[in-house]
């Protein structure tokens, strides 16, 4: 800006833009700065504040089934010395509170505020020892992609497929896919084993060795295949229906043209 | 000689000089002649032949380029190449360079994408060619050894994907061997010892790769090219099939010669394959192996399956029900394996030998080089409708899991429902195509006799109400009534005074396809509609 001054004597005729650009960044980032220090600020642990405000938020919307203290009913299992790792999953991805009784809960869009998820979380870690919510140094990948790859199709892939596209169980139940999910969720279902999933626990996979996994899921959701588009990342059926349909299709559609185009 | 050198003065071009030569020293110019003259009936399903001739043909130019870069080897080396998700992971030879023509050799990718591609293209184009063949009656005589070529190719070509499918030594790759190995280790007695023998010892062994890559890119090619030249030299001696129209008999066959109006486009046509293949290969991921990783005996991850030509096999073993093995012997006899393999093995064996049942069933010894409309020969149609079914029910099982989570299914469910139409579809699917075809069939009747309903209703003087037909031209008439009709053969003691079990068996199948039927409008029906239509 203060060169073109000095050039032209003159505003830049851009110099509007990333004025107001400049402003927007700020406001923004103040915005960002603001909010994320308010909810870090807000939901300890510890708090019994916190607690209490997790349990208020419990007795109003899980009670029904899992009962006033969480210690259970007929509709729903006890949720003491589950952990927050567990409620902290289950709210979080919007599986609890359960639409409707089914094979399993279904991902939705989460019901809860992210601090409310948390507070959800700390009243019923507080009712019995339980895995915690992992640390962040845990979840944010940074580990060993190579060893997580070897873990994960030799752990997870059975029932989640290779690349994390998810897979079909029994009865109607089903392995999601990996595709979409966040670090600490992927954690946090290792550690509870939430649905039909085995419980990996840290004897049986390290959490240094569960931070490589998400390494490798973080990487293959980041880093798109190099040959394309992935049709889904479901193997030969996807691709056999594809050349069948859009590769033989349009050659089909093809030799029709060619063959009217002399009658 | 003495004929050049007169001409020579009068047209010096360089094209026919250099022709010339050629000529002078290969006599090419009699082959050109001879072919060249050859007419090539127009028709869209005459060209599916060559979309899986050319797609084999950019199968072997992007293979050539492979060869020079996969070592078919199953030594265990520690990957180092720029894949970081799989540094430093021990591997076969083979997956590691597959991994470097992915990653680390120019176009590398994009020719192995390609050659996977056209491979899939290859087989399917095949199998819509068959069903052309099939539901048009092409394989009739003089055609029957043709159809076993081609479906001796078809099955090859079965082969050649699947050798090319395990080469990389992925996991993918190395649970479909793991299947095969099942399967061969399910027959009785020779089973064990055949897997050791295919595997060099107990599965997987060292071995395998290398001897999948001979067959991959030697015997079975080789086999391929001797067959499609033979295929190809037999649709010469035999011209192409056409269809029904006014000039066109069981004796000729109508349309463009080779040259130069059919070799230009089928030569154009080859670079629209080409071009297609090339547009897929750059933009859709195929056998994404970075992701499968190195072949390891304990992991199978979920969505395995073969490519899509050997998915009947896979879904023929998802539908056995369980428990279908017992103790005998001291040996278990598995027949979850052994009754998928003689049930296909039987569906092969039938389509392989059907031109020559259906001569039988006629009877028929004619040539027949114009193709029949699918409606005309209900009984066949029908047949082929069932056929389809079966083995579309046995496609969709090998899916079965992704059926379930993609409609929200039960895996139970899918796969109960899929053994209720294994057996129940292709009857339903028999019977309802040919009432179809025998409903078209009297359609087409109708339009003959009494032309197209014009939706012209006419008050005549008298006060009666008439649609008014419009009468069908006479080329279209031909194409609508030129089909043969045969009738059920008439059981006869033979020279002895006996009828035998063949003959009975024989009158039987024939009243079976040909007790139904639909004759084609005779002149004289013809006549005597038109006489009372005249009233």
New interface residues.
Partial sequence: MTRSKRRTGRRHPLATAALLALGLVFTGGAYAAFSTTTAQAEPSPTSQETIEEGKKLFQANCATCHGLDAQGTSEGPSLIGVGAASVDFQVGTGRMPMQMQG?QAQVKPPQFTDEQVKQLAYYVGSLGPGPDIPADSLVNGGGD??N???LF??NC???????G????????K??PPLTDVSGVHIYEAMVTGPQNMPVFNDLNITPEDKRDIIT?LQ??QDNR???????G?????A??????I???G???A???W???K?? | MSTATTQAPQRRSVTGAASNYIDQRTSLSTFVHALGRKAFPDHWSFLLGEIALFSFVVILITGTFLTFFFQASMAEVEYEGSYVPLKGVEMSVAMASTLDISFDIRGGLFVRQMHHWAALLFVAAIGLHMLRVFFTGAFRKPRELNWVIGFVMFILAMGEGFTGYSLPDDLLSGNGLRIIDGMIKGFPLIGTWTSFLLFGGEFPGTAIVGRLYTLHILILPVILLALIAIHLLFVVVHKHTHYAAPGRTQQNAVGPPILPVYAAKAGGFFFIVFGVLALIASLFTINPIWNYGPYDPSPVSAGTQPDWYIGFADGALRLVPPGWEFVLFERTWSLNILVPVVVLGLFILTVLIYPFIEAWVTGDKREHHIADRPRNAPTRTAIGAAGVTFYAVLWAAASSDLIATHFMLTMEGVIHTLQALLILGPIVAYFVTKRVCIALQKKDREIVLHGYESGRIVKLPGGEFIEVHQPLDEYERWRLVSYESYQPLMLRPNDRGKITVGQRLRAGMSRWFFEDRITPVTKGELEASHHTSHH
């Fill in positions: 094979p992609a190579a997580g790859a070897e199709r030799i892939a059975m029932c989640h497929n290779v690349a596209a998810g897979g079909a169980l029994t009865e109607g089903y392995a490798y990487y293959v295949s190099p040959g394309g588009f992935e049709l990342s479901l193997g030969p059926v691709e056999g229906l594809f050349i069948w859009f590769g033989l349009a050659i089909v093809i030799t029709v060619i063959t009217a002399s009658n």
